[in-house]
């Protein structure tokens, strides 16, 4: 084949994946889309869980290592959150699905999350720090703002499906910065109105 056979595949299996869902593909229907059989499909993958941990294993991490500092940083990250659930799909519609595919998938899951977690509890502090954002009015209050940044990013997809035929397109962005804002002070108010 003119382009190595295996990238070929997985490149297939994604967008396959993102149309269809990941239990609305099977490895002959990716063998199908390529024109070439299933035994020479399953000579590079032997079942379609080995697809997806490879699929998520080659995923470049482009999310920012830094914490961000600054509210326009903070809104990149949403941004780049948006993106990231637009263009992998088919992770984001079936995320408890996958989990229970492989210890692997579990394993990245919760690495993700931890690592997400961690640079916007970072954040948020820096934020406080620079009166942007307010103190906690309880504790744990920035905890619970971050599950429910983390949990909008991975439920966003079904929710946007849903939403689309009610209400129409919704922003991702614009959902996070709505419960976001009553933590801003006055400061961050007047900064966030930049943006």
């Known amino acids: 084949m ?3 056979t295996r990238q070929r595949i997985l ?3 994604r967008n396959m994946f993102n149309k269809y869902g990941y239990n609305g593909v099977s490895l002959r229907d990716i063998a199908g889309e390529l024109n070439i059989s299933k035994g020479n499909l399953t000579y590079y993958f032997a079942k379609k869980e ?3 941990e490879e699929l998520l294993a080659e995923e470049k991490d482009t999310f920012i290592a ?3 500092e600054t509210l326009q940083e903070l ?3 949403f941004d ?3 993106k990231t ?3 992998h799909l088919y992770f984001f519609l079936h995320h408890a699905q996958l989990s229970q595919v492989s210890p692997e998938i579990l394993k990245k899951q919760r690495d993700k999350y931890a690592s997400v977690a961690e640079l916007l509890r970072k954040s948020f502090s820096i934020l406080c720090s620079k009166g942007l954002l307010r103190e906690e009015l309880f504790p744990g209050e920035y905890v619970h703002l971050i599950d429910m940044i983390h949990m909008s990013a991975i439920y966003w997809a079904p929710f946007e499906d849903l939403s689309r035929s009610v209400r129409g397109k919704i922003d991702y962005r614009k959902h996070i910065w709505s419960t976001v804002y009553n933590l801003l ?3 961050g108010r007047n900064e966030i109105r930049n943006i």
């Open 80 to 82: 780049d959150m948006q």
């Open 66 to 68: 830094e914490p961000p």
């Open 185 to 187: 002070t006055e400061k």
């Open 50 to 52: 080995d697809i997806i």
């Open 11 to 13: 490149d297939t299996a």
């Open 2 to 4: 003119k382009k190595n």
């Open 85 to 87: 659930v637009q263009s």
């Open 75 to 77: 809104d990149r990250v």
